[in-house]
């Protein structure tokens, strides 16, 4: 019977994740696999320097041989995020005819049109910032936006009309399965986000800054 393969420990999950800036090496794109340069089966051990973000096109081309480890080994030592400092855009999938936005224990929601036939809600903002606002435009097209900032008032997560973005100067971005998660240290969340497409969207825990106020969310 062939042996078990172990997970990959988190700390070593967050030392590729931090050394890749966050996103396939090759494209860039948030969404990624973790690929071992010298596969497992002949080093029988998770060392995170012999492992690497792959997306999921990239990484079924170096499963068939499409890439060379000397490519990848390439991309690995200047990942693309980090060479142009921040992610590749990623495209969420919002569409419908109304929105929800759940911020820890509140729901806000809206199926209301203007005379255009389009239609917005800011569910958070701040000093007249927006942190989290959802808008329907003219055709019925649903767009989602959102800004994280850091406790230096910089943005470092920005979804622009369902376009998702994060700066590489973070100190942790993990996007697993449909939850975003910005730590700012171990075991210290600034945001965990969760995409519910079509229509809503999930701020469970949060650290939310803007322009000196702070507000928590559980």
Not at 20 to 40: K, Q, R, S, T
Not at 180 to 189: G, H, N, S
């Amino acid at each position: 019977m062939a042996e078990i393969r172990p997970p990959i420990p988190d700390p070593v999950k967050r030392e590729v994740r931090q050394r890749c800036g966050f996103g396939c090496v090759l494209c860039g794109v948030p969404l990624y696999e973790y690929h071992h340069l010298i596969p497992y089966s002949e080093c029988q051990e998770h060392v995170g320097s012999n492992i690497t973000l792959l997306c999921d096109a990239h990484h079924k081309e170096a499963t068939n041989l499409l890439l060379t480890s000397e490519q990848i080994s390439q991309a690995d030592s200047k990942p693309y995020n980090l060479e142009h400092g921040e992610s590749t855009p990623y495209g969420l999938r919002f569409e419908g005819q109304g929105f929800d936005c759940v911020i820890g224990g509140n729901r806000f929601s809206t199926r209301l049109r203007d005379p255009q036939h389009a239609t917005s809600m800011i569910a958070l903002s701040v000093d007249d910032n927006d942190l989290a606002w959802f808008r329907i435009d003219g055709s019925g097209r649903l767009f989602l936006n959102a800004t994280i900032f850091d406790d230096r008032n910089l943005p470092i997560l920005v979804i622009r009309d369902n376009e998702l973005t994060y700066h590489t100067a973070s100190w942790d971005v993990e996007f697993q399965a449909r939850t975003l998660i910005v730590r700012e240290a171990v075991r210290k969340i600034l945001c965990e986000i969760e995409f519910i497409p079509p229509r809503e969207v999930v701020i469970s825990r949060a650290r939310l800054l803007c322009n000196g106020v702070e507000i928590l969310v559980r």
